[in-house]
């Protein structure tokens, strides 16, 4: 039995691989502040069946103390992997005063985390990263060695962290692998993407706010991102891999599947292009399927049923 540490082990992505990993026989420690970016009590449900599982354990920690917390140091020193996926979330809100959250748990957290593996010889550690970071990268798709020029302060936060675990690798040995995520969606995303608010409006006979609408997306599925990042232990360090969907969309191509699926034709309103959204994402996936034999399995219209049916069994927000 393996012992995995998650970092934002309540989070949309974050419980997802807990389950998964607690499914496979691993024992887990997950790490969770509990942020407000939205409603903790839904990521309280996120690890309802976490919880009750005796291999999994939950501590309630900041990760900016994991230095000073020697409770949480010794979690680390006997993990075989370390994936760290907590982050502050969200485009559009990094923007203006509110930088402040993102670069001190995007950038200072991802440092103490990085710092406290290396003290605790941590075996492997896998960093969770972001399209974001390419931003309006010209070619597509994006190839990992794509010039990364982020559009919004979120993927400056998220390329730093890119950049702190190659210092760690380089400086300190730390074996680490870089998972670039593009476009996650599935049952416990975050309300506040895209097509949680899109389906949130539909159940409640609302319209839909798009912003733009010709923007095309690389959607990926949370069970193919969790299936990628059970598979990244086992790729080389230093490892810049993307995890992608498989196919490029535009929204309103996104939002013609999601009424097919759901039987529901929406009203939208459509609104001016948000300050930070990429025109385009699409990743190459070659590399994914040469280090970590990966294949996306679960295609638009099955994800967003899962996810539709998913949203219908949760009370009414």
Same mark, same amino acid.
């Given at each position: 039995?393996?012992?995995?540490?998650?970092?934002?082990?309540? @989070?949309?992505?974050?419980?997802?691989?807990?389950?998964?990993?607690?499914?496979?026989? !691993?024992?887990?420690?997950?790490?969770?502040?509990?942020?407000?970016?939205?409603?903790?009590?839904?990521?309280?449900?996120?690890?309802?069946?976490? /919880?009750? !599982?005796?291999?999994?354990?939950?501590?309630?920690?900041?990760? =900016?103390? =994991?230095?000073?917390?020697?409770?949480?140091?010794?979690? /680390?020193? @006997?993990?075989?992997?370390?994936?760290?996926?907590?982050?502050?979330?969200?485009?559009?809100?990094?923007?203006?005063?509110?930088?402040?959250?993102? #670069?001190?748990?995007?950038? +200072?957290?991802?440092?103490?985390?990085?710092?406290?593996?290396?003290?605790?010889?941590?075996?492997?550690?896998?960093? *969770?990263?972001?399209? #974001?970071?390419?931003?309006?990268?010209?070619?597509?798709?994006? !190839?990992?060695?794509?010039?990364?020029?982020?559009?919004?302060?979120? @993927?400056?936060?998220?390329?730093?962290?890119?950049?702190?675990? $190659? =210092?760690?690798?380089?400086?300190?040995?730390?074996?680490?692998?870089?998972? $670039?995520?593009?476009?996650?969606? *599935?049952?416990?995303?975050?309300?506040?993407?895209?097509?949680?608010?899109?389906?949130?409006?539909?159940?409640?006979?609302?319209?839909?706010? +798009?912003?733009?609408?010709?923007?095309?997306?690389?959607?990926?599925?949370?069970?193919?991102?969790?299936?990628?990042?059970?598979?990244?232990?086992?790729?080389?360090?230093? #490892?810049?891999?993307?995890?992608?969907?498989?196919?490029?969309?535009?929204?309103?191509?996104?939002?013609?599947? =999601?009424?097919?699926?759901?039987?529901?034709?929406?009203?939208?309103?459509?609104?001016?292009?948000?300050?930070?959204?990429?025109?385009?994402?699409?990743? #190459?996936?070659?590399?994914?399927?040469?280090?970590?034999?990966?294949?996306?399995?679960? $295609?638009? !219209?099955? *994800?967003?049923?899962?996810?539709?049916?998913? +949203?219908?069994?949760?009370?009414?927000?």
């Amino acid at each position: 039995m393996a012992r995995a540490v998650v970092t934002g082990a309540a @989070g949309f992505i974050g419980s997802h691989l807990v389950d998964r990993l607690l499914a496979e026989g !691993h024992e887990v420690v997950g790490i969770d502040a509990f942020r407000d970016y939205y409603p903790p009590a839904l990521k309280e449900r996120n690890l309802a069946a976490a /919880l009750a !599982h005796p291999a999994f354990r939950l501590r309630r920690a900041d990760l =900016l103390d =994991l230095l000073a917390d020697q409770g949480l140091l010794a979690e /680390l020193a @006997g993990a075989d992997c370390v994936y760290h996926l907590a982050a502050q979330p969200g485009i559009r809100a990094s923007w203006g005063r509110s930088f402040r959250a993102y #670069s001190d748990d995007n950038v +200072l957290a991802t440092q103490v985390v990085l710092e406290a593996c290396a003290m605790a010889g941590v075996a492997k550690v896998v960093y *969770g990263s972001s399209s #974001s970071v390419y931003g309006d990268a010209g070619q597509l798709p994006f !190839h990992e060695e794509t010039p990364c020029r982020p559009v919004s302060p979120y @993927g400056v936060t998220k390329l730093a962290g890119e950049h702190l675990c $190659r =210092l760690y690798a380089r400086t300190h040995g730390l074996d680490v692998v870089v998972l $670039r995520f593009f476009s996650v969606y *599935g049952p416990r995303q975050r309300p506040d993407m895209a097509f949680a608010r899109f389906m949130a409006a539909l159940r409640r006979g609302e319209p839909l706010r +798009l912003y733009g609408g010709d923007q095309t997306r690389d959607f990926t599925y949370v069970d193919d991102i969790v299936a990628g990042l059970v598979a990244a232990p086992s790729a080389p360090g230093g #490892s810049v891999i993307n995890l992608g969907g498989g196919e490029r969309v535009s929204l309103r191509q996104a939002l013609a599947a =999601l009424a097919e699926v759901t039987g529901l034709q929406p009203e939208v309103a459509v609104d001016e292009p948000q300050a930070g959204d990429a025109r385009h994402t699409w990743a #190459s996936l070659a590399r994914a399927r040469e280090l970590l034999d990966y294949q996306p399995r679960v $295609r638009l !219209h099955e *994800g967003l049923r899962a996810q539709w049916e998913w +949203l219908l069994a949760q009370p009414p927000a």
